[in-house]
C-alpha cells in the first residue's frame, strides 16, 4: 500500500464498519523503516544516531564489526549501483541510499523539520558544520597510524608514525578553538530555544574531543552548560542513562593509536 491507498483505508472504516485499528495499521504498514548502516564505534555515525534517537521515529541500524568480517560484508556492498562513492555511514529511506555523514545530516534535518529556513541561520551552522568537521578530521590524523596495515590494506615498511608529537600538536589547536565555541554558546541551542541539525553534531564531535583533550575545555563553562543541555532531550536523556551507554562504545576503530573506550 501507498500512504494514500491506507489514509483510504481509515475513511472506509467509517463508512463500511470495519475495526478502525486495522484502517490506521494500513497506515502504518506503508511507512518504511528506515536503516543506517556504519562501522560499530561512534566516529562519524553517531551525530546520526543521536538526531534519530531525538526524533523517535523506529529506524533499523546495520552495524558492520572493525573486523576482516566486517571489512568483507563492506566490500560486498560498497560497488552496488545505488551507493556510487560507496562510503559509509550511509542510510536507506524511501527506496534510496544516502551517503555522507553531513549530507545525511541535513537530509534527515530537512524530513524531520531540524534544518533552518533563514539564510542567516543556514549560513551560520554551516560555517559551525565545517568547522566541527576540521577538527574531527585533524584528530583522526593524530589517531590513525597512516602506515600501519590492516586486514587487506598493507602497511608501510619505512613510514614514522609519532601520535604523541601529533596530539601535543592538535592539542594546541582544539585549546584555541574551544573557547571560541564557548563564546557562540550563548543560546539554548545552536540556534535559540530548540535544536537544529548541526546542535546532534556539535554535541557529538565536542564529546569526542573533550575525551581525548579533557584539560582543552576547562574553563569554557557555556560548552559545558550546553552539552549538558543537550544530554537532557527527549530521547538522548534516555539513552544517556541507558546501560547500553554506559558500557561504553570506541570513539575511533580498536586498531587505532587512540581508540577513546574505557
Same mark, same amino acid.
Given at each position: 500500500?501507498?500512504?494514500?491507498?491506507?489514509?483510504?483505508? *481509515?475513511?472506509?472504516?467509517?463508512?463500511?464498519?470495519?475495526?478502525?485499528?486495522?484502517?490506521?495499521?494500513?497506515? *502504518?504498514?506503508?511507512?518504511?523503516?528506515?536503516?543506517?548502516?556504519?562501522?560499530?564505534?561512534?566516529?562519524?555515525?553517531?551525530?546520526?544516531?543521536?538526531?534519530?534517537?531525538?526524533?523517535?521515529?523506529?529506524?533499523?541500524?546495520?552495524?558492520?564489526?572493525?573486523?576482516?568480517?566486517?571489512?568483507?560484508?563492506?566490500?560486498?556492498?560498497?560497488?552496488?549501483?545505488?551507493?556510487?562513492?560507496?562510503?559509509?555511514?550511509?542510510?536507506?529511506?524511501?527506496?534510496?541510499? &544516502?551517503?555522507?555523514?553531513?549530507?545525511?545530516?541535513?537530509?534527515?534535518?530537512? #524530513?524531520?523539520?531540524?534544518?533552518?529556513?533563514?539564510?542567516?541561520?543556514?549560513?551560520?551552522?554551516?560555517? *559551525?558544520?565545517?568547522?566541527?568537521?576540521?577538527?574531527?578530521? #585533524?584528530?583522526?590524523?593524530?589517531?590513525?597510524?597512516?602506515?600501519?596495515?590492516?586486514?587487506?590494506?598493507?602497511?608501510?615498511? &619505512?613510514?614514522?608514525?609519532?601520535?604523541?608529537?601529533?596530539?601535543?600538536?592538535?592539542? #594546541?589547536? *582544539?585549546?584555541?578553538? &574551544?573557547?571560541?565555541?564557548?563564546?557562540?554558546?550563548?543560546?539554548?541551542?545552536?540556534?535559540?530555544?530548540?535544536?537544529?541539525?548541526?546542535?546532534?553534531?556539535?554535541?557529538?564531535?565536542?564529546?569526542?574531543?573533550?575525551?581525548?583533550?579533557?584539560?582543552?575545555?576547562?574553563?569554557?563553562?557555556?560548552?559545558?552548560?550546553?552539552?549538558?543541555?543537550?544530554?537532557?532531550?527527549?530521547?538522548?536523556?534516555?539513552?544517556?542513562?541507558?546501560?547500553?551507554?554506559?558500557?561504553?562504545?570506541? &570513539?575511533?576503530?580498536?586498531?587505532?593509536?587512540?581508540?577513546?573506550?574505557?
Amino acid at each position: 500500500l501507498d500512504l494514500k491507498s491506507g489514509l483510504e483505508a *481509515v475513511v472506509s472504516t467509517q463508512s463500511t464498519g470495519l475495526d478502525l485499528k486495522s484502517g490506521l495499521e494500513a497506515v *502504518v504498514s506503508t511507512q518504511s523503516t528506515g536503516k543506517l548502516t556504519y562501522w560499530s564505534v561512534r566516529g562519524l555515525g553517531e551525530a546520526i544516531r543521536h538526531l534519530l534517537r531525538y526524533q523517535g521515529e523506529p529506524w533499523e541500524e546495520h552495524t558492520l564489526a572493525v573486523s576482516m568480517e566486517g571489512f568483507s560484508e563492506w566490500t560486498s556492498m560498497k560497488d552496488a549501483d545505488d551507493l556510487p562513492f560507496g562510503n559509509l555511514p550511509f542510510i536507506e529511506d524511501e527506496g534510496k541510499k &544516502i551517503s555522507q555523514s553531513v549530507t545525511v545530516l541535513r537530509y534527515l534535518a530537512r #524530513k524531520y523539520g531540524l534544518f533552518p529556513s533563514d539564510p542567516a541561520d543556514i549560513l551560520h551552522c554551516e560555517i *559551525v558544520e565545517q568547522e566541527l568537521y576540521d577538527l574531527r578530521n #585533524k584528530m583522526s590524523s593524530v589517531c590513525y597510524n597512516p602506515y600501519s596495515g590492516f586486514g587487506p590494506f598493507p602497511g608501510s615498511e &619505512i613510514g614514522k608514525f609519532d601520535h604523541e608529537f601529533l596530539k601535543g600538536r592538535f592539542a #594546541k589547536r *582544539v585549546a584555541e578553538r &574551544i573557547p571560541k565555541f564557548d563564546k557562540i554558546l550563548t543560546k539554548q541551542f545552536v540556534l535559540g530555544d530548540k535544536p537544529c541539525y548541526v546542535d546532534f553534531l556539535m554535541y557529538e564531535i565536542l564529546d569526542q574531543l573533550r575525551t581525548f583533550l579533557p584539560s582543552t575545555f576547562e574553563g569554557c563553562e557555556n560548552v559545558a552548560a550546553y552539552m549538558g543541555r543537550f544530554m537532557e532531550l527527549p530521547g538522548l536523556k534516555e539513552w544517556f542513562s541507558s546501560d547500553d551507554y554506559k558500557k561504553g562504545n570506541y &570513539i575511533n576503530a580498536p586498531m587505532a593509536e587512540w581508540h577513546g573506550k574505557n
